[in-house]
């Protein structure tokens, strides 16, 4: 009777257990907003109003319009579709990277920035900034809670004529602001509208 009684105890506890990991499961399963990981900042952006879906679940820029188009030595295109606000105060800048070199090429490590912090995060956009010519202010990409840049992260290297789409997330300007210089490191500087 003793013997019984410790199994069903012993079960007891197992079952507890395993129902104790199903719940913490299905709470932490991200409904929060934030990111669990720095891949999930580099397919979506937060914030993005002119975005669709491309119906594999990836976000991907509204292409239909072009702010500016940046030719960099390197062999690499920048092409700026959107630069919108959002009701939080950020600027969500989204666009395409093009390869046209002619080969493979790597992406330069200073697109990432400097910052040690957002290096240990690997290839990134957090180097390309915002210049409000106006109330003479640069913006950088803002950083999630972790130090992980707010853009596009993991772009390593591209095949010749490959693109990539990318967004960069900033706090907005003020609103009397129409209009910034985006300034990607190795690249001519480019004005471009913000709706």
Not at 29 to 42: C, P, V
Not at 156 to 164: I, K, S, Y
Not at 171 to 192: C, F, G, K, N, R
Request: aromatic share 4%; glycine share 12%.
């Amino acid at each position: 009777m003793r013997h019984g009684t410790k199994a069903r105890r012993a079960a007891g506890c197992v079952l507890a257990a395993v129902a104790l990991t199903v719940s913490l499961t299905a709470c932490g399963s991200g409904d929060d907003g934030k990111s669990d990981s720095a891949d999930n900042a580099s397919s979506s952006a937060p914030g993005e109003d002119n975005s669709k879906d491309d119906g594999g679940g990836n976000t991907v820029p509204d292409t239909s319009q072009t702010l500016a188009t940046i030719n960099g030595s390197n062999g690499f295109q920048f092409t700026i579709h959107t630069a919108a606000r959002d009701s939080g105060g950020f600027l969500t800048v989204t666009g395409t990277i093009k390869n046209t070199s002619g080969g493979r090429e790597t992406l330069p490590t200073i697109w990432s920035g400097e910052e040690s912090q957002v290096r240990r995060t690997g290839k990134s956009l957090a180097g390309v900034t915002l210049v409000d010519k106006t109330e003479k202010k640069r913006y950088y990409v803002l950083r999630d809670t972790d130090g992980n840049p707010l853009t596009t992260t993991g772009i390593v290297g591209m095949d010749d004529g490959a693109t990539e789409n990318f967004f960069a997330q900033y706090p907005a300007p003020p609103d009397t602001t129409s209009e910034v210089d985006i300034q990607v490191p190795l690249m001519p500087t480019a004005t471009i509208e913000i709706s």
